[in-house]
């Protein structure tokens, strides 16, 4: 006997799954028509905005060209927003002050690059700041000195980090 023929499925059990699925799946779909109607509404008072400005005088594609500029600006903007909420108040810092030594070159994807490279060096002096920092403290407390003998170690392999 094969395995499908082993095991049975309770149909009902089933069904009853299946069925709060379609209930959400039908929820889901409303909503979405909701949403999808409200988006219409706005786009048609866009179109009469953008119409309105045109016949009151704004250049037709300068307007267009700079709405969708503007348009994208303030999305940039949420984005960047969004992305330096979750970062460390110094990583923050730091990476100001690297886009503020740059200038304009860091709106280049070459800037970006640089500034992605420069936040990965100043993560690892950070690194080796804080092991350089623990095997002093080793040494001055006294502590284990089997690990300060380690970290006096260490600290001879390290290069001068300023």
């Known amino acids: 006997?094969?395995?499908?023929?082993?095991?049975?499925?309770?149909?009902?059990?089933?069904?009853?799954?299946?069925?709060?699925?379609?209930?959400?799946?039908?929820?889901?779909?409303?909503?979405?028509?909701?949403?999808?109607?409200?988006?219409r509404?706005?786009?048609?008072?866009?179109?009469?905005?953008?119409?309105?400005?045109?016949?009151?005088?704004?250049?037709?594609?300068?307007?267009?060209?700079?709405l969708k500029r503007h348009r994208l600006d303030r999305k940039h903007a949420r984005q960047i927003e969004n992305l330096l909420a979750d970062e460390e108040e110094d990583t923050v810092e730091l990476a100001d002050l690297i886009r503020e030594k740059l200038g304009a070159f860091a709106d280049t994807p070459l800037g970006a690059h640089t500034v992605k490279e420069a936040e990965s060096a100043e993560a690892k002096v950070a690194k080796r700041r804080s092991k350089k920092s623990a095997a002093l403290d080793d040494l001055a407390s006294g502590k284990d000195a089997e690990a300060a003998a380690a970290n006096t170690a260490a600290l001879a392999g390290m290069k001068t980090l300023n």
């Open 41 to 66: 509404e706005i786009s048609e008072e866009d179109k009469r905005d953008f119409k309105m400005g045109v016949a009151e005088g704004l250049p037709k594609a300068a307007f267009k060209l700079e």
């Open 1 to 39: 006997m094969s395995e499908a023929e082993s095991n049975t499925i309770d149909a009902e059990l089933a069904r009853k799954y299946f069925d709060r699925f379609d209930e959400r799946d039908e929820r889901r779909l409303t909503l979405q028509m909701e949403y999808l109607s409200a988006c």
